[in-house]
């Protein structure tokens, strides 16, 4: 039998230290302050990234509601025999509403006036106030300027019979003319006057009867 010779005790406890001098003497990620500090630098990063996609997710309803209108176009908007079209372009029948319904509404297109937003209600002719002109009105069809005339953004929120405009809560009563209720505006939006026609499409009489949007006294 060969025996083999043994390391001496001094070899196997430097080689003992040397292990241990290399755990030592390499800290891991963890341990190290500049690797906590990195850790703390990510952790803010992706707060901040979870913070701009909340920001980015709410940018575009609030730009739908505070939307402006521009009128490049400065003659009649509505004139008599143009039919009322919803966001489709389809024409829109006596029978499109019910009572209570509300609908967003437009002209149909011709140069320079492709969008004109127009509120249209319906309501039993009952319930209308003597500030509504009746000689405006057809089957309880009502339609009013949807641009708030206080600072022109888009009056798109309603409660029951009240318009109610999200940027500085401008109140206007549809069954009242759209007479001011509430908030900054200044003056009721201006209505349409409207009618059907013999085959059953609803059509402006002519134009509003106010400006469209802020000013005009």
Do not use: W
């Amino acid at each position: 039998m060969i025996d083999y010779p043994k390391p001496d005790d001094d070899e196997e406890q430097a080689d003992d230290c040397s292990c241990q001098g290399d755990v030592t003497e390499s800290p891991t990620l963890y341990s190290d302050a500049r690797a906590e500090l990195r850790r703390r630098d990510f952790a803010k990063f992706l707060a901040t990234v979870g913070g701009l996609t909340a920001v980015a997710s709410l940018a575009a309803p609030l730009a739908s509601t505070t939307q402006v209108f521009e009128r490049g176009y400065e003659g009649p908007i509505y004139s008599d025999g143009v039919h009322l079209v919803d966001s489709e372009g389809e024409r829109v029948t006596e029978e499109r509403l019910s009572e209570g319904d509300l609908l967003t509404v437009f002209p149909e297109p011709r140069p320079g006036i492709e969008k004109a937003p127009t509120l249209l209600v319906r309501y039993p002719e009952s319930e209308y106030s003597s500030n509504i002109k009746q000689g405006f009105t057809v089957s309880g069809y009502a339609a009013f300027s949807k641009v708030c005339t206080h600072a022109g953004c888009m009056v798109s929120d309603r409660e029951e019979n009240v318009l109610v405009c999200p940027c500085h809560f401008g109140r206007f009563d549809a069954l009242d003319g759209a007479a001011v209720t509430g908030g900054p505006p200044g003056r009721a939006l201006p209505q349409l006057p409207i009618t059907v026609t013999s085959d059953g499409f609803l059509v402006a009489t002519g134009d509003f009867e106010g400006p469209v949007g802020p000013g005009g006294g």
